[in-house]
């Protein structure tokens, strides 16, 4: 069965302080993964996909297949970071279904 | 604002009574998703259109729950006879082709008491 799991909830950090959020999949098949953020008061949005091999407001992920995971990282937090991080996986079959995570709030202390 | 739009942002109804969600996607997105999300977890895939076709339902989705995008544009949701395991975000997204990003509206909560 397709499963996308976040396991921490809640994570709180200091302001410059590393972040790492977890995210693992399970799929059989080829994956595609996204990191979509969640800011206070504002819509849902695409943070990046594992195939644009980008960074984006200095977070980067690695999609890592032998521990199916794609944890997404940033190596000094900013206050503005602070959201509701979830992670996410497209199911490649015959139609298009994205399977999303159940989240981690972010939290940035000053 | 030329962003993905739903209406109402939040509906509060009695068990039993029928609501409809509408949603206006980008312009030129000929995909357009439909979402629920319930307190403490992600979005969950109901529905899914490519132009006016509906292509996959989810389980999720009861027959008291149906979907249409008539024209290929705007889209509506409606769920009949109301309960209040119902009581969700309603998240409408949408985008150009199946492989590209999905574009999100702000959605609409409903309450059923």
């Known amino acids: 069965a397709q499963r996308v799991t976040q396991p921490e909830k809640l994570l709180s950090v200091f302001k410059g302080a590393p972040v790492e959020l977890k995210c693992n999949y399970s799929?059989?098949?080829?994956?595609?993964l996204f990191w979509y953020v969640q800011y206070s008061r504002q819509r849902l949005q695409l943070l990046l996909r594992h195939i644009s091999r980008e960074s984006i407001k200095g977070f980067t992920a690695d999609l890592n297949k032998g521990e199916t995971s794609f944890h997404l990282k940033k190596p000094f937090a900013q206050e503005e970071d602070s959201a509701m991080y979830y992670c996410a996986l497209r199911v490649k079959t015959s139609y298009d279904k994205v399977i999303f995570g159940p989240g981690t709030s972010l939290s940035v202390i000053p | 604002d030329t962003g993905v739009s739903q209406d109402p942002r939040h509906k509060i109804t009695k068990r039993g009574q029928n609501v409809t969600f509408r949603c206006d996607p980008i312009s030129e997105h000929n995909r357009l998703y439909w979402y629920r999300q319930t307190l403490g977890q992600g979005p969950e895939f109901l529905t899914y259109f490519q132009n006016e076709a509906q292509l996959e339902k989810s389980r999720l989705l009861s027959d008291r729950f149906s979907a249409e995008r008539p024209k290929g544009s705007f889209s509506t949701l409606e769920i009949q006879r109301t309960e209040q395991g119902d009581s969700a975000m309603y998240l409408c997204?949408?985008?150009?082709?199946?492989?590209?990003?999905?574009?999100f509206g702000p959605g609409t909560r409903l309450t059923v008491l």
């Open positions: 997204a949408s985008s150009i082709g199946g492989y590209n990003e999905q574009f």
């Open positions: 799929y059989s098949g080829s994956p595609e």
